[in-house]
C-alpha cells in the first residue's frame, strides 16, 4: 500500500505562482511513476502531468506544457508540481496519484490516490 498526501492548495490570482506537494508513504514508490490529476467542478478528472520516479522522465498535459513543473525529491519522498502563470481554467481539485510500471495519462491506471487540494485560481 501506497499513502498519498497533497498539500499547498489555495486560493490565488491569476498569474500568480503555486506549488503543490504530494508526500508518499507505506511501500516504496522508486519504481512507481507519480502524477497529478486535477477535477474541476462538473468536470471529469483530467491528466496534468507524470514523472518516473527512478529516472524523471515526465509527460504533461498540452494545456499546462510551459507553465507547470513536475518533480520529485526521492530522499523526502516527496513530489511537487510547480504552477506558474495561473488562468482561471485551472481551477480544481488536484490530485497526486501513484501506478507502477510506466508513465500514463489514463488515471483509471493508476492504483493510489490522495485525497486532493483545491487550487482557486481567481480573475
Known amino acids: 500500500q501506497v499513502q498519498l498526501v497533497e498539500s499547498g492548495g489555495k486560493n490565488v490570482q491569476a498569474g500568480d505562482s503555486l506549488r503543490l506537494s504530494c508526500t508518499a508513504s507505506g511501500r516504496t514508490v522508486s519504481n512507481y511513476s507519480v502524477g497529478w490529476f486535477r477535477q474541476g467542478l462538473g468536470k471529469e478528472r483530467e491528466f496534468v502531468a507524470t514523472?518516473?520516479?527512478?529516472?524523471?522522465?515526465?509527460m504533461y498535459a498540452d494545456s499546462v506544457k510551459g507553465r507547470f513543473t513536475i518533480s520529485r525529491d526521492k530522499p523526502k519522498n516527496t513530489m511537487y508540481l510547480q504552477m506558474n502563470s495561473l488562468r482561471p481554467e485551472d481551477t480544481a481539485v488536484y490530485y497526486c496519484?501513484?501506478?507502477?510500471?510506466?508513465?500514463?495519462?489514463?488515471?483509471?491506471?493508476?492504483?493510489?490516490w490522495g485525497q486532493g487540494t483545491q487550487v482557486t485560481v481567481s480573475s
Open positions: 496519484a501513484a501506478k507502477d510500471l510506466g508513465l500514463s495519462t489514463d488515471p483509471r491506471r493508476y492504483t493510489y
Open positions: 514523472i518516473a520516479w527512478n529516472y524523471g522522465g515526465t
